[in-house]
Structure formats: C-alpha cells, structure tokens
C-alpha cells in the first residue's frame, strides 16, 4: 500500500540518517497556507521525537489570510519568516508542500535538498535524497499524518488539531480532491483535536481590508457562460486572490473561477472548477507560459507572473488581460459573439 510505502521510507530515512540531519532547517511554500504549516509541523514532530533531529521551520513572504493568523496564533505553530541568508548557511534542508524548482519557495538555486514531501506533480528537474511526492492524496498533511501514526509517537493536541485543519482547508472540509487515505488521517486525529479552536480558526475576526476587496471582487466580476472572473489590483497580501476564488466559485451556475491580484510587483493567480477532471492545473501553468509559474490540480491551481513593482497600469491591465483572454479561448469561447457580462456592477 502507497501510505504504508511512503511512511516506512520517511521514517527508515529519519532513523538512518539522524546523526548528519541534525540541526534540519524545514521550509514551506511562500505565504504558506494551513496544509503547509501543518505538514511542516508534523516533520518537525517527527524529526524530533522519533529520531531526536533538532528542526526550525520557516517560510517566505507572510501569513496574511485572517484563518492562517488565527491558527499560527491560537495553536502556537512553531514556524517563524525566514531570516536573511539562513538557507544558504543551514547544513540541512526539507521542503513541505513545494518543490525547490517552483517559484512559490525560497530554495536557493542549485540547493540539492536531504528530504521533499509534496502533494503536486513532480516537477522534471525536482532533486533529493529523499523526494516523497504522492499526487494520489488531497494534502501534503495526509502524507506526513500517515508517518506519524506509522511511527506510533504521541501527537500533541495542538499539533492534531493543526493536521485537521491543514487536511480540511486543502480538500474543502473532504470534498474536494480528496481520497480514502485523506478520510483516514482526519478520522485518526479528530478525537485527538481540539474542537473549540477548530471552531474559531474557521470563523475568525476579520479586517476592513477583506470587506474591501470582497466587495470589489464582487462588484467587478465578471461572467461569460459557465465562468466567473475579476481582476482585483492591488492587494494586501496574496491569499485573498485565491479566498476569493473559491468564494466566486459558489455563484450559481458556474463551473470555472479565474482570479488575479496584484502584489509585491507579481501577478498573482488562482484558478478553480468544481469538475474533478478539468485538468486545471495543467491549464494554468499553460496559460502561464509554462516552466515553474503555475499548476495544482485537477480542480484547484495557482501561480504568479512577474510584472514589475514599477510597472506602469498599461502593463498590468495588459498582463490581466492576456490571460483571461488565453483562458476563455482555451474554453472555446468567442467574446465577440459572447461577451463578458458584469451583473453585479449596479447592484452594490
């Protein structure tokens, strides 16, 4: 059985190599969402209590979805922004949820990785001592929920509640993508959570801002047929373009939502269906130009684009543009014989 084989690995891995792992920095994807914090978590569990390896986890850029906050906050996940320079001095490195050729990490180039754990297609130039990629699971928490109960150590009930989240907010509370192995790990560390912060992690305070470009999203959106898409400009943080995909996504009726939003100088971009064979990560990372710009899943992709801090409005728009337009052609459809509609322009 696939779990059984990856776990074994990891932990014969983590045991074999104990001695010339320690210390062992832990990286996520940048932004990292609640499967990338969780699952780097549980290696750090696991690298130190079942083989004494002393770990630091870290990520790039910023937590900035109100959920993710709150669970950092309220479960005191131990991972901290990646200081200057740590990862071309720390002698050790794992990747969680990413790879070191995508552009959604910090890995320096060239840096030969000891271990990989990820949930998305392997990329053709992704290297490692020990690369654990299982696209057949919804999250990369699943993978390393699996390690851990093979390995038979205690897991705290901060730490259990982090894994139930992360699995849960990957899959859509198991809806989406999601397999029997993902159903296992949740239903293994459910009693172990706890439901109070679950409760408030998913239901959290949230600022202006998110009201603000809710509202924008909702107002500009557009549709034509079955898709729903707008272009948010400039944003806080980058989670909100991926937020507000998904919201988009419940509109009646539709089957696709395409999102862009600008920050730090990058376009960044979320694309969803509700089609479990859309293939819309393959799409994406087309759309993108192809390399390490974007890809996902089936039903759920990302990625960004550089465009430039300094880059002028024209160029942005066009940058928008061209993509939206590459997708509504890769869907077959015409916008001069079908033409975007925006229906919430007069009612807000």
Known sequence: MKAAFHAKRLLRYLTDN??????????????????????????????????RIRSRVVYGGMVGRSENRLMMERLEVPAAQLKKGELTQAPHLALVDTQPPFKNNRCPPRRHPQIIVDHHSRHSDTQGDLVLIDESVGATTTILA??????????????????????????????????????????????KAQMKALWR?????????????????????????????????????????????????????????????????????????????????????????????????????????????????????????RLAEGFLKSRGINEESTPRTHPFKTDL
């Open 18 to 51: 104990a001695a010339r792992l320690r210390p062992l920095v832990i990286l996520t994807h940048d932004h990292p969402d609640p499967d990338s914090l969780a699952s780097a978590w549980a290696l750090a569990h696991l690298a130190q209590h079942y083989a």
């Open 146 to 191: 699996e390690a851990i109960l093979e390995s038979g150590i205690r897991v705290p009930k901060r730490l259990a509640t982090a894994m139930v989240y992360g699995i849960g907010s990957e899959t859509q509370n198991l809806g989406r993508e999601a397999g029997a192995r993902d159903l296992a790990a949740y239903r293994a560390l459910w009693p």
């Open 201 to 321: 992690i998913s239901y959290p305070r949230r600022p202006a801002s998110f009201f603000s470009t809710l509202g924008r999203g909702i107002k500009n959106a557009f549709v034509v047929r079955d898709t729903v898409g707008v272009h948010l400009g400039a944003l806080p943080n980058p989670d909100l373009v991926a937020q507000i995909a998904d919201f988009l996504l419940t509109l009646e009726g539709m089957r696709w939502s395409l999102v862009t939003g600008r920050y730090a100088g990058r376009m960044h971009v979320s694309l969803r269906s509700s089609d479990p064979g859309a293939g819309a990560g393959r799409l994406l990372k087309r759309l993108l130009g192809g390399g390490n710009r974007g890809g996902g899943h089936a039903m759920i992709a990302g990625g960004s684009l550089e465009v430039g801090e300094s880059a002028a409005e024209h160029d942005w728009r066009q940058s928008e543009e």
